[in-house]
């Protein structure tokens, strides 16, 4: 991560947020942190994941896989307080760019009508890592902020008017956990990363299959640095770019 002092809070004068994400587990390396905290302050969240992670389990195979995932999904949301988790059903691990998968992002963004998107890292390496980023992640960056200007376009998806979904042209901004560039934070109380880990031991199989991995060092540990470059405790470090 950056060494960076220069982080900017992330604005908070918002309602709605829509979490848009690969795959069960990607909000929960510390972004689901600050939906806790945003759902304490009352606001509303929904959660949208493209696929339901069905290729992420090397000893199940996916039709097993993939409804163990939505339940662990499930179980992570409600730890941060957060009630409505949708599934687009793309296929895990052969995410594709294109129109289908813009206007699926779409549809969710004009009926959802949030003002802020989170989403994860979709830049080629994670912080500290020399491995690439995982394809889905590559793709649904790309496709996910082409498609906040789809919503607020009432010519393209015109199929989504006939649905009866106005142009949403609300979205201010697109933040990106776990990006190697962070802009702005969020800062956390101890409750809301003790809510964040327990949002991550919720996928207990998929991390039984990680091997040893210590889930709450880690997001201490990255909470801890966020906070340092922020001046604050501790902290959910972003990536935001306009929408």
């Known amino acids: 991560m950056t060494t960076s002092t220069t982080l900017q809070p992330l604005r908070d004068d918002w309602t709605r947020a829509l979490t848009v994400v690969a795959h069960p587990d990607d909000l929960e390396y510390g972004a689901s942190s600050a939906l806790a ?19 992420g389990i090397d000893t199940l195979p996916p039709q097993e896989s993939g409804p163990l995932r939505v339940q662990e999904q499930l179980a992570s949301a409600r730890a941060v307080g957060v009630e409505s988790v949708e599934f687009l059903d793309f296929p895990d691990g052969t995410l594709e760019y294109g129109l289908d998968l813009r206007r699926a992002i779409a549809r969710a963004i004009r009926r959802h009508r949030p003002e802020l998107i989170v989403s994860i890292n979709f830049r080629d390496h994670f912080p500290g890592s020399t491995s690439y980023n995982h394809a889905d992640h590559r793709v649904l960056g790309p496709a996910l902020l082409d498609a906040v200007r789809d919503a607020a376009n009432r010519w393209v998806f015109t199929e989504l008017i006939d649905e009866g979904l106005a142009p949403w042209s609300g979205v201010r901004e697109v933040a990106f956990a776990a990006a190697p560039h962070p802009t702005h934070f969020v800062e956390l109380s101890e409750a809301d990363l003790d809510a964040g880990i327990a949002s991550l031991d919720a996928h207990e199989v998929y991390l039984a299959n990680l091997g040893d991995f210590d889930q709450k060092a880690f997001l201490r540990s990255n909470a801890e640095e966020a906070g340092a470059q922020a001046g604050v405790g501790l902290a959910v470090a972003f990536e935001v770019l306009p929408a």
């Open 37 to 55: 905290r945003w759902t304490s302050q009352g606001k509303a969240i929904t959660e949208l994941l493209v696929t339901r992670g069905e290729a």
